[in-house]
């Protein structure tokens, strides 16, 4: 029978909420063995002469390296690789079953987290597994658990590490958030929680006023350069029978040239009416 030395703790929030995975083997009944029988697969061998085989290997390497062991969308390959669906494989341990063996995999994950980070994890459901034959088996599990010390509690994505060698679950053992990496399982969503949903809320609202403000600063710099650029013709002198006047104030008083203040058009321009403001 294995026994617990200690294990690589991985987490993603969700909502989601679910019973606890049976670990007692006499809860399970028979149409229960009956489908796990059925679930599993008989893989073929490879042939590194065999172009789908190449393919089909390369295609795994990537997923199991991308998800760090974690992930692999087994229903697409009828290979035999390194590492197996824990479904898939044969039994793990002389005494317990399976079952039996990923319960107490899950709970060693877990005390060992407790005891180092001081939280208090509680398992809610189990979602899925891979092994690798080492030395020993290296199991590699992703499962829900949820914080109980924590205000609001809300089951989250962790992944787990653990390491079994002569009847021993031997350390490291590592336990962290899953990451969101599950092409072998596109079924668990994960929905964001009530403090994503506010931060997004606020990250919006921030871009949007971030933006409001660039573009008011935009405008802003472009009247100033019109101004810039009309200053030398506010600045311009007009020469009208020996009086001197500005062509800004020519503007004002003509209420920038409006047609209702046309006194007449002749060849060499139109002739506008006006009051200066000392009433001339």
Not at 20 to 41: I, N, W, Y
Not at 207 to 225: D, H, N, P, Q
Not at 248 to 256: K, M
């Amino acid at each position: 029978m294995t026994e617990v030395d200690s294990a690589d703790f991985t987490k993603v929030e969700s909502t989601e909420s679910s019973p606890p995975l049976k670990t007692d083997p006499k809860e399970v009944s028979d149409a229960e063995a009956a489908e796990d029988t059925a679930d599993k697969r008989i893989l073929r061998a490879g042939d590194g002469k065999d172009p789908e085989y190449v393919r089909q290997r390369k295609v795994y390497t990537e997923q199991f390296q991308k998800s760090e062991g974690y992930d692999v969308d087994w229903d697409s390959f009828e290979y035999d690789f390194a590492a197996v669906k824990f479904e898939w494989g044969g039994e793990f341990d002389d005494v317990m079953s399976n079952k039996e063996l990923m319960g107490l995999l899950i709970k060693t994950a877990i005390d060992e987290e407790n005891e180092e980070s001081g939280t208090e994890l509680v398992f809610v459901k189990y979602v899925s597994a891979n092994v690798m034959g080492v030395q020993g088996f290296l199991f590699y599990i992703t499962f829900w658990a949820k914080d109980v010390s924590e205000p609001n509690p809300e089951p989250k994505l962790y992944q787990a590490k653990v390491r079994t060698f002569m009847d021993k679950i031997k350390a490291p053992i590592t336990l962290s958030t899953a990451v969101p990496y599950l092409v072998g399982n596109p079924g668990i969503d994960i929905p964001p929680s009530k403090t994503q949903k506010i931060v997004r809320g606020k990250f919006i609202g921030i871009l949007i006023l971030s933006v409001m403000l660039i573009g008011g600063v935009c405008l802003a710099v472009y009247r100033e350069m019109r101004l810039i650029e009309m200053k030398p013709l506010v600045d311009e002198v007009v020469d009208v029978e020996n009086r001197v006047y500005m062509l800004g104030i020519l503007r004002e008083v003509t209420e920038d040239f409006r047609n209702r203040n046309v006194l007449w058009r002749g060849g060499f321009g139109s002739v506008y009416k006006g009051r200066l403001r000392n009433g001339t």
